[in-house]
T-cell receptor, first 113, second 115 residues
């Protein structure tokens, strides 16, 4: 079955270290997205990509970086510049036409100690 | 730009009771509207969507939603909730007629079910 896979589910890192979260989809979707979720704040868009080798900043891109070298993959790096990286991170993908909605991964919970 | 408001942060209902979760959107043209559900520690699952046609939309798990253009609303309903419906619910709006547009999500409504 097609889907979107995020790994790992739980991630622990020491403060000051960069960490990369994986997101892979086999839905043949063109667009991919990264969201951060904190209690009571809903989903906040970090980065998105609508085509390979191109991506745009979302609302809270500072301290994060992404790449889109393959259509199937959209990894997110949380850098040491991110002031408060502990959060739940969600990856999503979609067709170009927004009426199909997004398909979400199951998330990665990052804890920085 | 479009926006979504979910006025209720947290709702508690008894098992077997009816449910209505509110969603108001702001968009100048015909919107695409979605409801998603999220169980704790999980991703979001699509419940239903509206983009044209019948304003009453049926979704999975016995949910339905009604698009009311005059009220800019897309409220989610269920006639009788089950304990397994306890989760967080998100409304989202997208711009119809455009490609390469992102969805805008509300801040969510957390649903608690009491026995």
């Amino acid at each position: 079955d097609g889907g979107i896979t995020q790994s790992p589910k739980y991630l622990f890192r020491k403060e000051g270290q960069n960490v990369t979260l994986s997101c892979e989809q086999n839905l043949n979707h063109d667009a991919m997205y990264w969201y951060r979720q904190d209690p009571g704040q809903g989903l906040r868009l970090i980065y998105y990509s609508q085509i390979v080798n191109d991506f745009q900043k979302g609302d809270i891109a500072e301290g994060y970086s992404v790449s889109r070298e393959k259509k199937e993959s959209f990894p997110l790096t949380v850098t040491s510049a991110q002031k408060n990286p502990t959060a739940f991170y969600l990856c999503a993908s979609s067709k170009v036409q927004v009426d199909y909605g997004y398909t979400f991964g199951s998330g990665t919970r990052l804890t920085v100690v | 730009a479009q926006s979504v408001t979910q006025p209720d942060i947290h709702i508690t209902v008894s098992e077997g009771a009816s449910l209505e979760l509110r969603c108001n959107y702001s968009y100048g043209a015909t919107p695409y509207l979605f409801w998603y559900v999220q169980s704790p520690g999980q991703g979001l699952q699509l419940l239903l969507k509206y983009f044209s046609g019948d304003t009453l939309v049926q979704g999975i798990k016995g949910f339905e939603a009604e698009f009311k253009r005059s009220q800019s609303s897309f409220n989610l309903r269920k006639p009788s909730v089950h304990w397994s419906d306890a989760a967080e619910y998100f409304c989202a709006v997208g711009a119809a007629g455009f490609g390469n547009e992102k969805l805008t999500f509300g801040t969510g409504t957390r649903l608690t079910i009491i026995p």
